[in-house]
């Protein structure tokens, strides 16, 4: 890989590749006895094109799996079922009669998969069944504290909500007529290499970080670049060596050429290099990475791809107020789901929130200001928990925590100790105690966490990036960047080429690039694009909320 990364480096080779355009997908649930051929004619589709969005999908799909679907042909054929209950509802109405009792439980059959306690069921048997624990269970039906007892209707777990996208999508449109012009300002530093004196070795073992992160992100930009050029997108390239950082090398290019001939400008990768740049010419300059000091940025025409991190908190925080809210009926011994018997008078869970903080002053802020936001924006108990004597006693969380109650732990801290000492605590708590645990900075401090700990409490966090192998637009990039490179491509490459095939297909439209960042968010192979609520800069605020799950997968819930 080294060789050929060199050769790269020095030769700025071209590579090709085909991405489809991006449109709106959602995913549609196999009902039983559903053929391929059958959900493409109730979706007034072609069976290949349904298979040919599914292309994981060896012979008829099973029931209750998902398939990508076109979200127009899905809403269509909603709207002709709706239209169609409405023309009978009138018929039906005098037939529907159920008791009170039989109509609070298809209610909650709506909301929860139930299941009736059968002679010989145990809790044992129940987790090896359905996967979920006795404190799971407990949360979801405090009368188990009584003992299991046959007959009795439990709630098992939370059935998953349908996935519609409600974001508006920026929509993919070439103008054939359109031709580009595009400046990449990177810094390669080939003058430090061009000893021949020097290995391959040597050149890679030297500031090797930054080698990789340019010539990865080059080759990612390189496959976006051919991708449009294979649409028929006419694109002028030019690759420009920025050099030693606090060099005189960004004022001579700028000198000794003119920029504003480009339609756009991706790069540098400095902060204060793209305020330089910025500040000399009139066309939109892309920073393709993230810095502290990228708030500091005052040219209109910066364009910020990578979100602040407050943005990181307040997507958190969002979502927070948005799913603990979420009712959940939960009550005393015998109050529901018990005997059959249901009690619409039962208890509210409000919810638990504990904030882990430090001693570090930005913590204890950071802590304060979300504990206020959660305080106003939820019903639920909301503390902060900071160290004492340096260290957060297992004991001190159980003081706040409640039994069969909904308790999320937000880390809103990257000390290593602090976050050491909560997870631990966490992991081995009372059966009746289930815990949930968020962080808006998944730093490194949690990769020297083993991720079965992650998995155990339910670790979620929110990331700029998501990656889902299994996605076409994945599979398809990452097969052609292992055929042209021999690997397969890296955390800055796939940033590459996101980043600039967005900004591209974007102006290959013809249009103002604002106007474009306006339209809609976009996702690409693993990063979301949202610019909407920008306001002087274009500032990307496309975050993901991911989750862990037992089996160490990840869960993308946002």
Same mark, same amino acid.
């Given at each position: 890989?080294?060789?050929?990364?060199?050769?790269?480096?020095?030769?700025?080779?071209?590579?090709?590749?085909?991405?489809?355009?991006?449109?709106?997908?959602?995913?549609?649930?196999?009902?039983?006895?559903?053929?391929?051929?059958?959900?493409?004619?109730?979706?007034?589709? %072609?069976?290949?094109?349904?298979?040919?969005?599914?292309?994981?999908?060896?012979?008829?799909?099973?029931?209750?799996?998902?398939?990508?679907?076109?979200?127009?042909?899905?809403?269509?054929?909603?709207?002709?079922?709706?239209?169609?209950?409405?023309?009978?509802?009138?018929?039906?109405?005098?037939?529907?009669?159920?008791?009170?009792?039989?109509?609070?439980?298809?209610?909650?059959?709506?909301?929860?998969?139930?299941?009736?306690?059968?002679?010989?069921?145990?809790?044992?048997?129940?987790?090896?069944?359905?996967?979920?624990?006795?404190?799971?269970?407990?949360?979801?039906?405090?009368?188990?504290?009584?003992?299991?007892?046959?007959?009795?209707?439990?709630?098992?777990?939370?059935?998953?909500?349908?996935?519609?996208?409600?974001?508006?999508?920026?929509?993919?449109?070439?103008?054939?007529?359109?031709?580009?012009?595009?400046?990449?300002?990177?810094?390669?530093?080939?003058?430090?290499?061009?000893?021949?004196?020097?290995?391959?070795?040597?050149?890679?073992?030297?500031?090797?970080?930054?080698?990789?992160?340019?010539?990865?992100?080059?080759?990612?930009?390189?496959?976006?670049?051919?991708?449009?050029?294979? %649409?028929?997108?006419?694109?002028?390239?030019?690759?420009?060596?920025?050099?030693?950082?606090?060099?005189?090398?960004?004022?001579?290019?700028?000198?000794?050429?003119?920029?504003?001939?480009?339609?756009?400008?991706?790069?540098?990768?400095?902060?204060?290099?793209?305020?330089?740049?910025?500040?000399?010419?009139?066309?939109?300059?892309?920073?393709?990475?993230?810095?502290?000091?990228?708030?500091?940025?005052?040219?209109?025409?910066?364009?910020?791809?990578?979100?602040?991190?407050?943005?990181?908190?307040?997507?958190?925080?969002?979502?927070?107020?948005?799913?603990?809210?979420?009712?959940?009926?939960?009550?005393?011994?015998?109050?529901?789901?018990?005997?059959?018997?249901?009690?619409?008078?039962?208890?509210?869970?409000?919810?638990?929130?504990?904030?882990?903080?430090?001693?570090?002053?930005?913590?204890?802020?950071?802590?304060?200001?979300?504990?206020?936001?959660?305080?106003?924006?939820?019903?639920?108990?909301?503390?902060?928990?900071?160290?004492?004597?340096?260290?957060?006693?297992?004991?001190?969380?159980?003081?706040?925590?409640?039994?069969?109650?909904?308790?999320?732990?937000?880390?809103?801290?990257?000390?290593?100790?602090?976050?050491?000492?909560?997870?631990?605590?966490?992991?081995?708590?009372?059966?009746?105690?289930?815990?949930?645990?968020?962080?808006?900075?998944?730093?490194?401090?949690?990769?020297?966490?083993?991720?079965?700990?992650?998995?155990?409490?339910?670790?979620?966090?929110?990331?700029?990036?998501?990656?889902?192998?299994?996605?076409?637009?994945?599979?398809?990039?990452?097969?052609?960047?292992?055929?042209?490179?021999?690997?397969?491509?890296?955390?800055?490459?796939?940033?590459?080429?996101?980043?600039?095939?967005?900004?591209?297909?974007? +102006?290959?439209?013809?249009?103002?690039?604002?106007?474009?960042?306006?339209?809609?968010?976009?996702?690409?192979?693993?990063?979301?694009?949202?610019?909407?609520?920008?306001?002087? +800069?274009?500032?990307?605020?496309?975050?993901?909320?991911?989750?862990?799950?037992?089996?160490?997968? +990840?869960?993308?819930? %946002?």
């Amino acid at each position: 890989m080294k060789h050929l990364k060199f050769f790269i480096f020095l030769c700025i080779l071209t590579f090709t590749v085909s991405c489809g355009q991006q449109k709106r997908y959602i995913q549609y649930k196999v009902q039983q006895g559903e053929t391929m051929s059958k959900i493409a004619e109730k979706l007034a589709m %072609k069976t290949p094109d349904l298979k040919r969005l599914n292309p994981d999908v060896e012979g008829e799909p099973r029931a209750n799996t998902f398939l990508v679907v076109p979200e127009k042909k899905l809403n269509n054929f909603k709207n002709q079922v709706k239209e169609s209950a409405e023309v009978v509802s009138d018929s039906i109405a005098n037939t529907t009669n159920l008791n009170e009792d039989e109509r609070l439980l298809e209610e909650i059959k709506e909301k929860f998969v139930v299941y009736e306690v059968k002679k010989g069921d145990t809790f044992y048997s129940l987790n090896k069944t359905f996967e979920v624990s006795r404190g799971e269970l407990l949360q979801l039906n405090p009368e188990l504290k009584e003992g299991l007892k046959v007959g009795m209707l439990l709630k098992i777990k939370e059935i998953p909500l349908e996935i519609v996208s409600e974001e508006i999508f920026y929509n993919d449109y070439i103008n054939t007529n359109k031709s580009l012009k595009v400046a990449l300002l990177l810094p390669f530093r080939t003058h430090k290499y061009r000893n021949d004196s020097l290995t391959l070795k040597e050149i890679f073992d030297r500031n090797s970080t930054l080698l990789n992160i340019t010539t990865d992100f080059y080759l990612g930009a390189e496959i976006a670049i051919d991708s449009l050029r294979r %649409k028929g997108v006419d694109i002028e390239f030019t690759v420009y060596d920025t050099g030693n950082r606090r060099s005189n090398q960004i004022t001579n290019i700028i000198s000794r050429n003119n920029l504003n001939s480009n339609d756009v400008v991706i790069g540098p990768l400095y902060s204060e290099e793209v305020s330089t740049v910025a500040s000399n010419v009139n066309i939109p300059v892309i920073y393709p990475v993230y810095s502290d000091d990228q708030s500091d940025f005052s040219a209109s025409n910066i364009v910020k791809t990578s979100p602040e991190k407050k943005v990181f908190r307040e997507e958190l925080e969002r979502y927070i107020i948005e799913n603990i809210n979420k009712v959940e009926v939960v009550a005393d011994s015998n109050e529901i789901l018990l005997n059959n018997t249901i009690n619409e008078n039962a208890v509210l869970d409000r919810g638990n929130i504990i904030i882990v903080s430090d001693d570090n002053y930005k913590s204890k802020q950071t802590s304060r200001a979300i504990q206020s936001n959660l305080s106003l924006g939820t019903s639920a108990t909301v503390n902060v928990l900071s160290p004492q004597n340096g260290y957060i006693a297992k004991e001190r969380f159980l003081e706040l925590l409640k039994p069969n109650a909904k308790n999320w732990v937000i880390i809103a801290t990257d000390n290593n100790v602090a976050v050491s000492d909560a997870i631990n605590s966490l992991i081995s708590l009372p059966e009746e105690t289930t815990v949930k645990v968020f962080t808006f900075d998944k730093g490194r401090v949690y990769d020297r966490i083993d991720n079965r700990k992650l998995a155990k409490i339910g670790f979620t966090y929110v990331s700029d990036e998501f990656v889902d192998e299994n996605s076409l637009s994945t599979r398809i990039f990452n097969q052609q960047y292992q055929k042209k490179n021999k690997a397969l491509p890296s955390f800055y490459a796939t940033k590459g080429f996101d980043i600039t095939y967005d900004i591209l297909i974007r +102006l290959a439209s013809g249009y103002d690039l604002k106007s474009t960042l306006n339209e809609g968010m976009s996702e690409r192979v693993e990063s979301k694009f949202d610019y909407r609520n920008s306001t002087y +800069l274009a500032e990307n605020q496309g975050l993901f909320i991911v989750q862990y799950n037992k089996d160490l997968s +990840l869960t993308r819930l %946002k």
